[in-house]
């Protein structure tokens, strides 16, 4: 099996790293990654800068390419031109940090998997929840474990799954649960503060919305330390709205 293994917290964190030396097990693994941390930039791709390319030293004998982009350009770049085959799949993390409920609409390492799927390649988007001590390593045997028995299934062309890991310095996950994304969101607010010359900056603030979750989501199954495994789609119409907005009759 042929891996492309990508992030958006940079091609050297520690996460990339892990997913690399587990998923080496399966096959042959080239990682193609930001230079620097780029989370949260969803989908976003460069558009209007060169991009320019560097081989990294993964230690461990690897090497890998880094990328002056975003998690998104790196995978379009590896598939069309750094890679000189297709890959069999895509697998983007361990991000450090869960990407459940509303989150996964930001995240740059489910966006890489996302732009995978566009190719049409399975891909699968790996978060660890964070804590003080977080199992890269740990996170990236679950993922293998999963992606070894997709695998042995065949897997479907265009398959995109986002899979987030409990904190591990709990013990060993429950189990796994497939489960929707929740539609929780944040109480979000904003902070004003002072520069030293007296100017004004925001800083955004959130909170949890705990009554929120959603009994059969990502996020409570997490909460109740399983895997949890959403397949995702990216076709982003309402259908059930495409009638009512057909019968507004919209004209010119
Ligand atoms: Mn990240």
Not at 177 to 185: E, L, R, T, W
Request: glycine share 10%.
């Amino acid at each position: 099996m042929r891996i492309l293994v990508t992030n958006d917290d940079g091609i050297m964190a520690p996460g990339i790293l892990a997913l690399r030396r587990a998923l080496t097990a399966l096959g042959e693994v080239t990682v193609v990654a930001p230079t620097v941390p780029q989370s949260a930039v969803s989908h976003g791709i460069t558009l209007t800068e060169p991009i320019r390319v560097h081989r990294v030293d993964l230690g461990e004998g690897a090497k890998g390419f880094g990328v002056e982009g975003r998690p998104a350009d790196c995978v379009k770049l590896a598939l069309l031109e750094l890679m000189p085959d297709r890959p069999d799949l895509v697998a983007s993390g361990v991000n450090l940090g869960a990407n459940v409920g509303i989150n996964v609409l930001y995240s740059g390492t489910v966006a890489a998997a996302v732009e995978g799927a566009f190719y049409g390649v399975p891909s699968v988007a790996v978060s660890i929840e964070d804590s003080d001590t977080v199992d890269f390593d740990g996170a990236a045997r679950v993922a293998r474990r999963l992606i070894d028995q997709l695998a042995a299934g065949g897997l479907a062309p265009g398959m995109l799954l986002n899979v987030n890991v409990p904190d591990l310095s709990r013990g060993p996950p429950k189990g796994v649960k497939v489960v929707p994304q929740s539609m929780k969101g944040w109480r979000e607010g904003w902070e004003q503060r002072r520069d030293p010359r007296g100017r004004a900056y925001y800083w955004m603030t959130g909170q949890e919305i705990p009554e929120d979750v959603g009994v059969d989501s990502d996020v409570a199954a997490l909460a109740e330390r399983y895997v949890t495994v959403t397949p995702l789609r990216f076709d982003l119409t309402d259908r059930a709205r495409l009638e009512e907005v057909r019968g507004m009759d919209l004209c010119l």
